[in-house]
């Protein structure tokens, strides 16, 4: 873990707010000569130009090679400000590697993404195979050294690795369809069928029709949370009807008044890298908005939906991130004292914005 960490402060945290391209890029190399590749070896070769058709000319950023096996992979640097999430990094590598005739391919900037050729996936173009954040104590980060250490790189275990990885993702999605398929009203519908079936052997019909009037049957996600709901108890007594929520003080509704005072937070650079990781966590905000999705979520997250995320992003910390729609306010389901207790807290930290958002909120 050790290398790793080292990697961390070359690599983010030693690094200006403003650092070049051209200045990350030299960092990159120092990065990969500590897992012992070695520039003046030729084992980096930094920009070749190759030859395209009678004009035209490439050059990749970092192309890695040995004496025995050729080409291995290539490297695309990005400045660290950038979100590498970007279809056109993605394009330009998919490039160089077919171009190259390389099977993987590296982008490095905010963090790390690595690509492997789609034909192991029976899929076009190059498949994202895993994205590394530069966290010291990162077991991914670890996994990263291990396979790109120079000593120990290994095509074949690079392929194994992303077979795993693959089949994770497509695990995380079918757990995802199946849940929603569970919860769904039609399958809800085949489970009371199938139970007035199997009643019907003891009981009649009728009694089965009239008992079923004077039941709910359905399948729900457990999040039963105690301090929750008696948290909610004891704030219920401020909320006791829809009227009382939006009229009586001129309050902004919730979910315009979640993004009103998050933005204000975000541009007061008040919201700091741990929160951010709880924020992106199903059951911390689950226990601290009493919200069913991660408050925070990146595009390629597995949990981020279209239609349970505003489409305006937030940029924090350099990255994009997508905050939760899904905020009610009724007597039933109130979500608002949740947030409100959290803002307060994040607000204490800093007198001067608890003003500035109170003002912007007149």
């Given at each position: 873990?050790?290398?790793?960490?080292?990697?961390?402060?070359?690599?983010?945290?030693?690094?200006?707010?403003?650092?070049?391209?051209?200045?990350?890029?030299?960092?990159?190399?120092?990065?990969f000569e500590k897992l012992g590749?070695?520039?003046?070896?030729?084992?980096?070769?930094?920009?070749?130009?190759?030859?395209?058709?009678?004009?035209?000319?490439?050059?990749?950023?970092?192309?890695?090679?040995?004496?025995?096996?050729?080409?291995?992979?290539?490297?695309?640097v990005k400045k660290p400000s950038f979100e590498i999430d970007n279809l056109t990094f993605k394009g330009q590598l998919?490039?160089?590697?077919?171009?190259?005739?390389?099977?993987?391919?590296?982008?490095?900037?905010?963090k790390i993404q690595i690509f492997l050729d789609g034909k192991f996936f029976q899929e076009n173009g190059i498949v994202l195979i895993d994205e590394i954040e530069f966290k010291r104590e990162n077991e991914k980060g670890l996994k990263f050294?291990?396979?790109?250490?120079?000593?120990?790189?290994?095509?074949?275990?690079?392929?194994?690795?992303?077979?795993?990885?693959?089949?994770?993702l497509k695990e995380i999605e079918d757990f995802k369809s199946l849940k929603k398929q569970l919860c769904s009203e039609n399958y809800t519908e085949k489970i009371i069928d199938y139970l007035k079936s199997d009643l019907l052997k003891e009981y009649d019909d009728k009694i089965i029709e009239k008992v079923f009037q004077e039941l709910e049957v359905k399948i729900e996600s457990k999040n039963k949370f105690s301090p929750i709901k008696n948290h909610e108890k004891?704030?219920?007594?401020?909320?006791?009807?829809?009227?009382?929520?939006?009229?009586?003080n001129g309050r902004l509704p919730v979910g315009k008044y979640v993004r009103k005072t998050?933005?204000?937070?975000?541009?007061?650079?008040?919201?700091?890298?741990?929160?951010?990781?709880?924020?992106q966590r199903g059951d911390y905000s689950?226990?601290?908005?009493?919200?069913?999705?991660?408050?925070?979520?990146?595009?390629?997250?597995?949990?981020?939906?279209k239609t349970r995320y505003w489409k305006n992003p937030y940029r924090?910390?350099?990255?994009?991130?997508?905050?939760?729609?899904q905020w009610y306010e009724v007597p039933a389901n109130n979500d608002r004292p949740y947030y409100e207790d959290w803002l307060e807290k994040i607000k204490n930290r800093n007198p001067k914005v608890e003003l500035m958002i109170n003002q912007n909120l007149r």
């Open positions: 873990m050790e290398k790793w960490n080292e990697l961390c402060y070359i690599l983010s945290e030693n690094l200006p707010s403003n650092t070049s391209e051209q200045l990350f890029e030299l960092k990159v190399i120092q990065a590749w070695s520039e003046y070896n030729n084992e980096i070769i930094v920009r070749e130009s190759v030859q395209l058709g009678a004009s035209n000319r490439i050059s990749p950023d970092l192309l890695f090679k040995s004496k025995e096996l050729g080409n291995l992979f290539i490297v695309e998919s490039s160089y590697m077919g171009i190259m005739r390389v099977e993987l391919g590296i982008l490095i900037g905010n050294v291990q396979l790109f250490i120079k000593g120990n790189y290994n095509k074949e275990i690079i392929e194994n690795y992303a077979q795993e990885k693959i089949q994770e004891r704030r219920a007594q401020k909320y006791n009807s829809i009227e009382n929520f939006n009229n009586s998050f933005n204000e937070l975000v541009n007061s650079n008040l919201i700091d890298r741990n929160e951010v990781e709880r924020l689950k226990l601290t908005f009493d919200i069913q999705f991660p408050f925070l979520a990146k595009e390629n997250s597995t949990y981020y939906e924090i910390n350099g990255e994009l991130y997508f905050v939760c729609s």
